[in-house]
């Protein structure tokens, strides 16, 4: 076996090793990183610094890609996620192989190259799909570094957000992680509803996206504390084909969700957040706090506890800047606010 094969296989198994140990998950991690780098040459200058701004929100560029991979429970709990369902759909396909679509690969496929040391070419095949061009270059020398072509069914320049699936190669399972937390900035939503829609059958990974409106404390010694409101929305296989063909419907992506501030909320609680969770699959999952996907996320613009209005309304504008935004319930749709 090749020396980077090899190296790959050991990393892929600390990053995965049970019980967890997260000073290893780490080394793992920024060890995955190095040597996707090595192998395929990447650089973090130039043109692989560049986003691209999208109708629907921010394709990050190949090098935020690429750190992405440091954010070490991520990677894990994602890898992991993505492993088990394979396994699972194996059970269930009778011989056949498990058709994974990756929507948002980044230079090196980073959630689906290291499970070739867990799966053969005749249990795992690829479609892998991504905008940014210098990314679909680095992909392309990843696989062959790695000698996954067995693997690849097919490698997709194109907008996730919009792009409609060749009957032939509808997947067993749908991987995209391509969001920040509070599903700010990053095309997550209308990626996740269109695939998704498409797929009523596949396994979409991460299972669920879940972001709650919550109020949260001023930081003290003991650090803060955290009052969730309300579930503001739920990103799911479940719902995605009724939020695509029938958007008017929620009031979410409309006129907004209704959220009560209590008049006996304690005064220690002074700012509006967003909290993040994610089922990657099954008991597969980031808590809050546990990665930067679920950090949690406050309103830039909202004023202190003190001075919010008992009633308020938030929604989730699907736009070039996606985001959630809030506003006074009595106000005109002109004074949403971040």
Same mark, same amino acid.
């Given at each position: ?44 200058? *130039?043109?692989?610094? $560049?986003?691209? $701004?999208?109708?629907? *929100? ?38 056949? /192989? ?8 980044? +230079? ?5 190259? /290291? ?54 190669? %509808? ?10 937390? *509070?599903?700010?900035?990053? /095309? ?41 409101? %309300? ?24 006129? *907004?969700?209704?959220? &009560? ?6 005064? @220690? ?10 089922? &990657? ?38 736009? +070039? ?7 006074? @319930? ?9």
């Amino acid at each position: 076996m090749p020396e980077h094969l090899q190296k790959l296989k050991e990393i892929t198994h600390l990053l995965l090793k049970e019980p967890l140990a997260y000073d290893q998950v780490r080394d793992a991690a920024y060890s995955l990183k190095a040597l996707f780098e090595t192998v395929t040459y990447f650089t973090e200058t *130039g043109t692989a610094l $560049e986003h691209i $701004e999208t109708l629907h *929100g921010r394709a990050v560029s190949p090098t935020s890609a690429a750190i992405c991979i440091i954010d070490f429970m991520r990677t894990r709990v994602f890898i992991k996620g993505i492993a088990e369902a394979i396994s699972t759909k194996l059970n269930e396909n009778n011989g056949r /192989p498990v058709t994974v679509f990756y929507a948002g690969t980044g +230079p090196f496929a980073t959630l689906l190259t /290291p499970l070739i040391s867990l799966f053969s070419a005749g249990e795992l095949k690829m479609v892998l799909l991504d905008l940014n061009e210098l990314s679909i270059d680095y992909l392309k020398k990843t696989i062959a570094a790695f000698h996954m072509e067995e693997y690849v069914l097919d490698i997709i320049h194109a907008d996730a957000s919009s792009y409609q699936m060749e009957a032939a190669l %509808k997947p067993d399972i749908i991987v995209t992680e391509t969001m920040m937390q *509070g599903l700010h900035k990053e /095309p997550m939503v209308n990626i996740y509803i269109n695939l998704a829609a498409q797929c009523p059958a596949a396994i979409m990974i991460p299972e669920l996206v879940k972001v709650e409106a919550a109020l949260i404390s001023t930081p003290n010694a003991d650090g803060y504390k955290l009052l969730p409101l %309300k579930i503001l929305m739920e990103l799911s296989s479940v719902n995605a084909a009724n939020m695509k063909n029938h958007a008017s419907k929620w009031e979410v992506f409309n006129n *907004g969700i209704e959220l &009560v501030i209590p008049s006996n909320t304690d005064t @220690a609680y002074r700012s509006l957040a967003l909290l993040t969770y994610i089922k &990657v699959f099954s008991e597969n999952d980031l808590q809050i706090n546990e990665s930067s996907l679920t950090m949690t996320f406050n309103f830039k613009n909202a004023k202190l506890i003190k001075d919010f209005p008992t009633v308020m309304r938030i929604k989730y504008v699907r736009s +070039p800047n996606p985001e959630f935004q809030f506003c006074a @319930a009595e106000a005109s749709i002109e004074k949403w606010c971040s």
